[in-house]
């Protein structure tokens, strides 16, 4: 069902759909999940109410007790079977054994970007496929060997950003001689909207030259300052340079020198600026004769002076500090301090809304199309009892798992989720709790 200038889809019973969701129960799995933290609780929860696909999970982290206590809460109202375990996760020698002694299908990891090149290793060394919601980033960023592949890359590339996918991207052929599938960045950004790029070439354009990847977050959480997920990467990434895709090449801005206001579907207008996101970078070389990609989120005046106040005295700073005879990083002595973001969710209300603007051609005329999800907070944490930001990453990491499981978005070698085709992971996105809106000739970003 549809209105002419926006459409809402929402799941209906015709056959393209049921034959969907009958290849989602093709297939039985069992699923190990690294982390327990927000994001990873609202990913756990949902592989629970698709306890047809997902009939056996194990969820590991270092502190087992935070995995028993969701297994305590969870266990009672899903068919699926729970078991925990502790692993440090970037123990690949543990981890390998864990996955040897669970068999899983699969390994969803929840946990820190930090960690992704040692939980490929171990995905690996025991032979199963692998799913992420963020790209690698290192934890100590004056490690000299890194520090020297970085700034070789900053001179090629041309963005400064810690983070891209370089470092999982070497692993392709180890995966694809493996026969196994590594699916990157199925969070909403990135993730949610590298599928609506895909989905709306497929069905909207046949040629896109200009995507805008908007993130808004309209929540109030009721703190003076706190991150809606752990500080230690949204502090860095909103500090970084900005940066943009612009025919073929990259271009760097300082941080939050771009600005623009947006008048956001049942949010309403806010100021937003332009960041640099990994998945410019894997949309930049996926998806032919686009000319301009563009990533903007969100922020209030209030956050951005803590912010600034913070990086001025050293706060932001991952390098280690004596302190009384103590090695401490400022950062993570920061992230201490600041409320626990799994903690926001039954403070927090309001609504994110976040999507993706394209420009571009149909049979020779131009094009604009906008591909959004709009989530209440409040409802979020009413049905998960967590905020929607980590909802809006858990849902889409469920989904990539599901996929990735049943055989539906599954093949050798190392993938971002716009490189899979996007039909049912659109449809999963209906029917798992984040329905999304398409709007033809909506309101351009300058």
């Not at 078991?83 to 929840?110: H, S």
């Not at 956050?303 to 302190?323: N, W």
């Not at 600041?338 to 809304?353: E, F, I, Q």
Request: charged share 25%; aromatic share 10%.
């Amino acid at each position: 069902m549809q209105c002419r200038k926006c459409r809402h889809w929402k799941r209906t019973e015709d056959t393209e759909n049921a034959d969907i969701e009958r290849k989602e129960v093709e297939k039985m799995a069992k699923l190990l999940i690294i982390g327990c933290g927000g994001v990873a609780r609202v990913a756990i929860a949902k592989c629970c109410q698709n306890s047809e696909v997902f009939t056996e999970i194990c969820i590991a982290s270092r502190t087992v007790s935070k995995c028993d206590a969701l297994k305590a809460e969870l266990e009672k109202t899903t068919k699926t079977k729970i078991t925990t375990a502790q692993v440090d996760a970037e123990d690949v020698e543990a981890l390998t054994a864990l996955i040897r002694e669970y068999a899983p299908d699969a390994v969803l990891n929840v946990a820190l970007p930090y960690q992704d090149l040692a939980i490929m290793d171990a995905c690996l060394a025991a032979g199963v496929h692998y799913i992420d919601t963020a790209n690698y980033e290192p934890e100590d960023t004056d490690d000299p060997k890194w520090r020297a592949i970085y700034e070789k890359r900053c001179k090629e590339k041309g963005f400064s950003a810690y983070f891209d996918y370089s470092w999982q991207w070497a692993y392709e052929e180890k995966f694809k001689k493996a026969g196994l599938t590594a699916l990157l960045g199925t969070g909403f950004d990135p993730g949610v909207t590298s599928v609506f790029t895909a989905y709306a070439l497929k069905h909207y354009f046949d040629e896109i030259e200009t995507i805008d990847i908007l993130d808004c977050n309209g929540g109030d959480h009721g703190y003076a300052f706190a991150t809606n997920f752990n500080p230690e990467i949204n502090l860095r990434e909103v500090s970084a340079p900005g940066s943009y895709w612009e025919n073929d090449h990259w271009v760097e801005v300082p941080a939050m020198s771009i600005k623009r206001e947006y008048d956001f579907p049942q949010v309403g207008k806010k100021d937003m600026y332009l960041l640099h996101h990994e998945e410019i970078e894997a949309l930049a070389k996926n998806i032919p004769g686009v000319k301009k990609i563009r990533f903007f989120m969100t922020f209030g005046q209030s956050y951005l002076t803590h912010m600034k106040c913070l990086e001025d005295v050293g706060m932001l700073s991952t390098t280690p500090i004596l302190y009384e005879g103590k090695e401490i990083v400022p950062i993570q002595f920061l992230k201490a301090l600041l409320p626990d973001p799994a903690s926001l969710g039954p403070r927090t209300v309001g609504k994110t809304n976040i999507g993706c603007i394209f420009h571009g051609k149909k049979d020779g005329k131009d094009k604009n199309l906008y591909i959004y999800n709009v989530c209440d907070h409040q409802e979020c944490y009413k049905e998960v009892g967590s905020q929607a930001i980590s909802y809006t990453t858990g849902v889409p990491a469920m989904i990539g798992a599901m996929l990735v499981c049943t055989g539906a978005w599954q093949k050798p070698g190392v993938f971002t989720t716009e490189q899979f085709d996007p039909d049912p992971y659109m449809e999963a996105l209906n029917k798992w709790g984040l329905p999304w809106v398409i709007e033809e000739a909506p309101a351009m970003v300058e």
